[in-house]
């Protein structure tokens, strides 16, 4: 149904040259890498679950180990069942540390225009580069050959007019590969994609769209610009322009996170004080994992309540050390908790974030 408003067409930009770097199962990479002995088997990114009592969450695990589906974010206990015969390796964080550090040289020696997203992962413009090739192709395939020659990893490529395509294109022909989506083809890829493929479409949203019979790329681009806005209100504009090919962000040099947090809505309020320790220590688990993502260190914990009333509380505590394991998040919270909050009162929200950040540079942080 037509809403009589109109807007104008986004415009899209596709003079610049965009390339996202991923490394290949990275913190897996670099211990297979270090420990030959590894090498063919299905290796977990986490303490094993024996030697924790079933806590900790899986960094990563490689493709061996993504067989048998485990994945980042999977409890270690879970990663057990699925991978009994699995190797749990309690990450080696310097040794990431340094491997990202290396990657990013090799990256700035190409173009000044990198964006880190995360200890494995760049956005960077070469529309005009330091080396003058013309083709941004030719200089992804530079990178990830300097990338092997120095650090011996795999890293995939995604090469585009934006960050948006660049992204889901890196994503492709993983390990190893290098995919290309030139303006030309940039809708016919998308259309055909699975929503849950688009970066920001989280499963919480893809189960959303699903209830909404919208499965593919193609199903999103059926609906109007109002209708989107309706359904998913300011994602909604970022949907259209996005299943067009649409996404005129820049690199972003300084991209220097401030935080590191998470928080989550409930469906049923909470109303117990066990259920609000048990959210608090997931959420702990969440923050401490997030943190070694974006290879960040903070001695800062904030705490977030929102209860029924929507009355909304932060609070934040700050040690002189920085936090080192989800139980340090943990401790701080429960203090944070304790003096303010009030189970009875029902819970809407929690979310626990880590700010006061630095780069994790030469601290061992041990992976739970
Ligand atoms: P990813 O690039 O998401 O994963 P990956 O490099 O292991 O695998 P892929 O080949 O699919 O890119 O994350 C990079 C690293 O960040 C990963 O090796 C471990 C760490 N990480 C966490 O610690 N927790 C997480 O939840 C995720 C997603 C990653
Ligand atoms: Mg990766």
């Not at 900790?56 to 069942?81: C, D, L, P, Q």
């Not at 996404?247 to 040099?253: A, E, L, M, S, V």
Request: proline share 4%; hydrophobic share 35%.
């Amino acid at each position: 149904m037509s809403s009589g408003i109109q807007f104008p067409e986004p415009y899209r930009d596709i003079s610049r040259k965009i390339i996202h770097i991923d490394m290949d199962a990275f913190f897996s990479s670099v211990e297979e890498r270090d420990d030959p002995r590894l090498k063919g088997k299905p290796v977990i990114i986490a303490k094993h679950p024996h030697q924790t009592g079933g806590k900790g969450i899986v960094s990563t695990a490689n493709y061996e180990a993504r067989k048998f589906g485990v994945h980042s974010a999977m409890s270690a206990f879970e990663a057990y069942e699925r991978c009994p015969h699995g190797v749990f390796v309690s990450g080696n964080y310097e040794a990431y540390r340094e491997a990202s550090a290396q990657i990013r040289n090799i990256m700035l020696r190409y173009t000044d225009l990198v964006e880190p997203m995360s200890i494995d992962e760049a956005y960077l413009d070469v529309t005009n580069n330091k080396k003058n090739i013309p083709s941004a192709t030719v200089v992804a395939r530079m990178i990830q050959r300097d990338i092997w020659k120095e650090t011996k990893l795999t890293s995939s490529a995604g090469v585009s007019y934006n960050k948006f395509i660049a992204k889901i294109a890196s994503d492709q022909q993983k390990p190893a590969g290098l995919t290309v989506i030139i303006p030309d083809e940039a809708e016919g890829f998308l259309r055909q994609l699975h929503v849950e493929e688009f970066p920001g479409v989280g499963p919480k949203t893809a189960q959303r769209m699903h209830e909404l019979g919208i499965y593919t790329g193609d199903d999103l681009y059926q609906l109007e610009q109002m209708e989107l806005i309706r359904l998913f209100g300011k994602a909604g504009m970022s949907y259209y322009k996005k299943i067009r090919g649409i996404d005129n962000k820049p690199i972003r040099i300084e991209r220097e996170r401030k935080s590191v947090g998470k928080e989550h809505t409930y469906f049923k309020n909470l109303y117990s004080e066990t259920e609000v320790l048990t959210q608090l220590q997931r959420l702990a688990d969440e923050v401490m994992n997030a943190l070694v993502r974006h290879g960040k260190k903070g001695k800062t914990v904030v705490l977030k309540v929102r209860y029924h009333s929507f009355e909304t509380i932060t609070r934040r505590v700050s040690g002189n050390r920085h936090v080192q394991a989800s139980d340090d998040i943990y401790e701080y919270a429960e203090e944070l908790w304790a003096e303010l909050g009030d189970a009875e009162k029902g819970i809407r929200l929690l979310g626990i974030t880590v700010s006061n950040l630095e780069e994790a540079e030469h601290v061992q942080i041990p992976l739970f």
